[in-house]
């Protein structure tokens, strides 16, 4: 206890070794303690050298200097007496005669909270008491001091403070609740201030964002009694936010409701965002920041970012969003004309996820095809009239299916078909030259030996009929004795010229093949019945009549041919060809 004090010799020598002595008094201006225990009020005097006094006295007085206001005395040497609140409880301790006006108080109580000051009594006039005077405080627990501000992870410390200014009590601090604390240490230390004394223990230790709120206590205990006193603080520890939760990257389909959620820890609290492509969708300072997608489109899909920030720092996670959906209609190229001969390409596009299976289909039959593919091409090297037609391109994934269609148009020189012929009917000769052709063909015919051509544009012996790229025209001409031996039929369009001989059906198996194997046992009937008929007319006509034609004045005429088979027995009389067989 000693060592406490030794200021105090200093103090005198520099005092005694002052030119003159006056009244003057040292003590500390305020000094605490704990309720019920006790303090010691240090204190030294001086007074005149002059004054020589026989016996030194001393009395303190509560709260004020002046005895006229009858002040409490705390104790009086001269008298070994106190004020009834202060009986029993006060003491000096130091000694008068060497200056020495210490004082302890026991088992204080609030009430004897307030000023302290003492008085020399050095005889007859010689009395005095000094305006210096201790402030006495009762405290009920002990100071924590935590510092302005508690940043995680930067090296904090907390003191407890605690009056340590009784020589028979000495506390014993110690702290409660820093089991959880990182690096913590302690460390203590006496400190004076004004000749008042303090311990002081200062917890030091790494915070982190677990110590915010956490409650940290300063103990203090006395040794052999049951006194304690407790100081709290609680910890108001700073952090940069950290995301605690945030959905893990997700797979939707479009049409969907999605909600995001970003759940952010900090204090004190961020200012949250959420981002896509560097573009702020939504903003809060909150600790949980929602993200709502209505009807989710494929426009949603891609990386969304939460970022969250304080004055401590920043963070951010980001998490994807695949949004599937049906390949959209592909675009393929509008309907194309292309000439016979040319390379077409044709391209198809479209957009699905995930990517789709794409085919690229005519009649039903599938040209080409991509697997997980937004585009597909079909070349054509050498485009011919079979190319020609509705083109489809279909897309498809596991969310649906799309197509679009398109029209190849493939212009090209005519094409007279193998089933263009001449046939006899009854009255006249029909002519059908049956042309494939685009655009459409100019037909017209020729009989070389009669010189006589004519076009479908003359009506009169032309008619013509179409159907998509075909054209049948039908040369009608009257029967005449001679048959031409050639006809010809030449088409021709932009792109060509196509001359075709037009040679004669045999016209039996034409008419079986008309009427069909019913008909022809109906027909067979009917000619047996009229048969006897016929065989007797047919006496009376002569047999080469037959092969003659009518002539028309208008249509041009010609001779029948008697070589050309079967000519005869049809011309001449139908149903005894029939007979014949
Ligand atoms: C005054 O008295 C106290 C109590 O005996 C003692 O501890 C202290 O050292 C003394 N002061 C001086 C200056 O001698
Ligand atoms: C000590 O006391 C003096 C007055 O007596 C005061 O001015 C000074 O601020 C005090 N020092 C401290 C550290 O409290
Ligand atoms: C995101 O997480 C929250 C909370 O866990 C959940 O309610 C929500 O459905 C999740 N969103 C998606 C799209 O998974
Ligand atoms: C987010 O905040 C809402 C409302 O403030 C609350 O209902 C919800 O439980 C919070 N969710 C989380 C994960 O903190
Ligand atoms: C996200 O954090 C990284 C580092 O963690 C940083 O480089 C980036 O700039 C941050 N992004 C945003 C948008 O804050
Ligand atoms: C089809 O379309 C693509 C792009 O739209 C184009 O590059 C291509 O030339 C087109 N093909 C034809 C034959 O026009
Ligand atoms: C094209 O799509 C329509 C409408 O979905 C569908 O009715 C049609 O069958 C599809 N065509 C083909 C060739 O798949
Ligand atoms: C293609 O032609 C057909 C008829 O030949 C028509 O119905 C269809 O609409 C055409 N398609 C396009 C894409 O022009
Ligand atoms: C056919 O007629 C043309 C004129 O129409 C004529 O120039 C040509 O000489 C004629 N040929 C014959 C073989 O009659």
Redesign the pocket.
Known sequence: MEWRWRTFPLLFILIEGALSRHWAAWMPTSISAFKDTCVAIPCSFNYPEDIRPSAIHGIWYFNSPYPKNFPPVVFKSKTNTAHEIYMGRTKMIGDLQESNCSIQIDRVSSELQGKYYFRADLGGYNQYTYSEHANLYILDEPFVVQPQEIISGSETEITCLVDDNCPDMKPRVTWMDIEGLEHHMVYARLEENNLSWKQISTLKFLPTHKNNGQRLGCRVTYPGTELQYKGFVTMDVKYAPRII?INSSTETTEGTQVVF?C?VDSNPPSRVMWLKDDILLKEDY???L?LELEYVTYNHDGLYLCAAENDYGRTNKSMGLAVMYAPWKPSVNASLVAVEGETVTIFCNTQGNPDPILSIIKDKQILNSAVFENELVLEIPLVTHEHDGEYWCLAENQYGHSNSSFNLTVVFSPIVLSESKCTLTKDNVQCMCTVKSNPDPYIMFEIPEKNFTVSELNTEFVHSQRNGYMVSSILTLQKESELPKVVLCSASNLYGKKVHELLFQDSDSLLWAKIGPVGAVVVFVILVAVGGYMIKTREKKTMTESSSFIQTETSPSYSGDASKKHLGKIESGEISSLEVK
Do not use: K, Q
Request: overall charge negative; aromatic content about 0%.
């Open positions: 939760d959620i759940v909150t600790s949980n929602t």
